[in-house]
């Protein structure tokens, strides 16, 4: 069986505005932070984990992907009652949501390096092989 290490563009493009979003997001609230805001902590840290989850999508960690899923549905649900960015944090979290659980994508994941944080989800990954052999032919 040969395997496809190539990481999927879609989801190279999701890693890096990840990356951009957390890290820019991050440096516009330092400000806050240094003034000792109560809640700047707890900002600063989504923001980072975005970061976070960026760099382990561009390093094939399975666990990143449902970091970036978790962190996107943690804005919609911050967004409540403004319909306005519950319409677009919603848009975002489905496009995202899609883009990393793609059959492709799932099958780059998988192909990472064996060990720690790289592991697949066990029936999800059954479906994903299936769908691989589809593709194929």
């Known amino acids: ?3 496809d290490d190539r990481r999927p563009v ?10 951009a979003a957390g890290g820019a997001m991050f440096a516009l609230h330092v400000p806050g932070l240094l003034a ?5 902590g707890w900002v600063e840290l989504t923001e980072a984990l ?7 999508l ?3 960690r399975n666990w990143a992907r449902w970091l970036a899923v978790a962190w996107m549905a943690f804005h919609v649900a911050i967004s409540f009652p403004v319909v306005r960015m519950l319409a677009v944090h919603g ?7 899609w883009v990393l ?9 998988r192909g990472g390096a064996g060990g720690a944080g790289s592991g697949s989800g066990g029936g999800v990954a059954a479906a994903d092989g299936e769908a691989a052999g589809n593709e194929a032919g």
């Open 1 to 3: 069986m040969m395997r």
């Open 10 to 19: 879609a989801v190279t493009v999701v890693a890096w505005l990840y990356i």
């Open 36 to 40: 000792g805001r109560a809640d700047s």
């Open 50 to 56: 975005a970061v976070v989850a960026g760099v382990f």
């Open 58 to 60: 561009l390093r094939r």
């Open 91 to 97: 848009a975002f979290f489905a496009v995202i949501a």
């Open 101 to 109: 659980f793609q059959p492709a994508a799932g099958r780059y994941f």
